[in-house]
């Protein structure tokens, strides 16, 4: 049985394999796991907090009214663009897939071509930056 970490064979062209050593694993930034959902769980909470959702709904896995995906899904985002953690952290942190983390943010972008909802989600945004103001996760 071999190991994630065997040797690769690769064909070079003349027929012959060479041995290529497996893929690295690398941590995907300098922020820890634990602090990962650390900063989902604030996020979670301030945009219950702001629209009035219960914390809660957002942490329960699986599908939910569209009001709640909704709000969960301007969390996604603007953990994403504002705080800057990638994709698959912010599925880490909000108990989702890295996809549909993706999808979040691509729908609430075209979203924003309405003024209105813009304005919320600027809002948004002004309140996560100015929670995470002082920590390294800005910087």
Known sequence: ?????????QNDGDGLATASPAPFTRKLSPVSDERIT????????????????RGRDLRRPGRCTVGVARVRQIGMYVAHVVL???MTEVGRGFGRDRTTVQYACQLI?????????????????????????HTEVLR
């Open 38 to 53: 650390d900063i989902c769980e604030c996020v979670m909470d301030l945009v219950a907090a702001l629209f009035n959702v």
């Open 109 to 133: 972008e075209d979203m924003r071509d309405d003024p209105d909802f813009d304005r919320i989600v600027s809002v948004t945004e002004q309140v996560v930056a100015a929670a995470f103001r």
């Open 1 to 9: 049985m071999r190991s994630n970490a065997a040797i690769r064979h």
């Open 84 to 86: 800057r953690l990638n």
